[in-house]
């Protein structure tokens, strides 16, 4: 039985919409390795059997994108009806729709950097305190380290578990909610993920999933150690927040993010956020790649502007005239090798306000084959635009 043919509202149905999105998830990492291997195979290649395969992979691509979207939307709308239904006060509008369970009612909290967050200590934290700061002489201060924090006993962590379902079973969810937020931040990565097994056996409904996601929240080496460590010790609901929240990272500091996730051995996941930032908007692609090339990740900022070509010409055009000149040069070389010379007129024609963008694309069709640069210059010429700088 699907999941429209049941009566709405039950955790079945939650569940269900879960499930089908971490499969449509699966399939849409599938078909974009197959989008990338197809691309590549048809460098040099005028197979008409390779372009209908990529054709037909794109549309799938597409199609599982708006399918994902539905039933995103659809979880959303489900887990409010349902926290309508229950007795907990109203509250704020989870910040998503994988954000489940009645402890998702409040969205997560935007706490600071673990350098920055406010020491676990005092009766708010039950006892589990962070060490005192060590008074320092007076002399020019040390460059800045990162913060390791001191690792939690069981009993510490059962007692933080036990403050927090307190609070939430007395109704003061915002508060719960900000200190679990705060210990996701505060606490070593492999506290977190035992924190997270406690909230999970023990509740409240959807607190171990918050905590994952308000993970993503802290510091780079923060998010992708808890991630690898979710992912040792088989919390893979969890670790599935966590990574999904962390498509929202920002552009500035997505480089630092990447570099954590390889220092770990999720360098598999680098690749999957890279793929999943190929698809946003002109203006933060390209925000991104720059911020790559500036931390020393340049091979990344190809890559992710390899993954981009195969958008509409006009985004592409649009991505290539915020580009600095090196990496706008890159994209063009990109859309001529791998673009039909239709789409290359198109992309051209988005080009011609800026006369520099323009010659480097002239330039990139120089250096194709005779065919397909004969191919791609009478695309222009029919679309009337120069031949010429």
Do not use: K, N
Not at 318 to 334: G, I
Request: net charge neutral; proline share 8%.
């Amino acid at each position: 039985m699907t999941v429209r043919e049941r009566d709405p509202g039950t955790a079945e149905d939650v569940q269900a919409l879960r499930t089908e999105l971490d499969e449509l998830l699966r399939a849409r990492r599938y078909a974009a390795q197959r989008e990338q291997r197809l691309t590549e195979a048809l460098v040099g290649s005028a197979d008409p059997e390779l372009h209908r395969q990529l054709a037909q992979i794109r549309t799938l691509r597409d199609g599982l994108g708006a399918r994902h979207l539905e039933l995103s939307e659809r979880l959303l709308a489900l887990e409010d009806h349902r926290r309508e239904q229950t007795a907990v006060p109203p509250a704020r509008r989870p910040t998503g729709a994988r954000f489940g369970g009645a402890y998702g009612a409040s969205a997560a909290p935007q706490p600071a950097p673990a350098a920055a967050a406010a020491p676990m200590r005092g009766a708010r934290f039950a006892g589990v305190s962070a060490p005192e700061p060590e008074p320092v002489a007076a002399q020019p201060p040390p460059p800045p380290r990162p913060v390791v924090p001191e690792p939690r006993s069981a009993a510490e962590l059962a007692t933080l578990a036990a403050r927090i379902g307190a609070l939430h079973g007395r109704g003061s969810a915002q508060e719960s909610a900000a200190l679990t937020a705060q210990a996701a931040v505060v606490l070593a990565p492999a506290d977190v993920a035992r924190l997270i097994a406690l909230l999970r056996a023990e509740g409240p409904a959807g607190a171990a999933g918050y905590l994952a996601r308000a993970v993503a929240h802290g510091a780079a080496g923060q998010a992708a150690g808890t991630l690898a460590e979710l992912r040792r010790t088989g919390l893979s609901e969890e670790s599935a927040a966590l990574f999904h929240a962390l498509w929202g990272y920002p552009a500035a500091e997505l480089p630092a993010l990447l570099a954590a996730l390889e220092q770990v051995g999720l360098s598999a996941d680098s690749l999957t956020l890279l793929w999943e930032w190929g698809s946003a908007p002109p203006a933060e692609l390209a925000a991104l790649a720059d911020h790559l090339r500036a931390a020393g990740r340049t091979e990344d900022a190809y890559r992710l502007l390899h993954q981009a070509a195969g958008r509409r010409a006009d985004e592409l055009a649009d991505t290539a005239l915020r580009l600095d000149a090196q990496l706008a040069e890159a994209l063009s070389r990109q859309v001529a090798r791998l673009r039909s010379p239709a789409d290359l007129a198109g992309y051209a024609a988005g080009l011609s306000p800026s006369p520099t963008r323009y010659r480097a694309l002239l330039a990139a069709v120089g250096t194709l084959d005779e065919s397909r640069s004969r191919a791609a210059l009478a695309a222009l010429r029919g679309a009337g635009l120069p031949l010429r700088p």
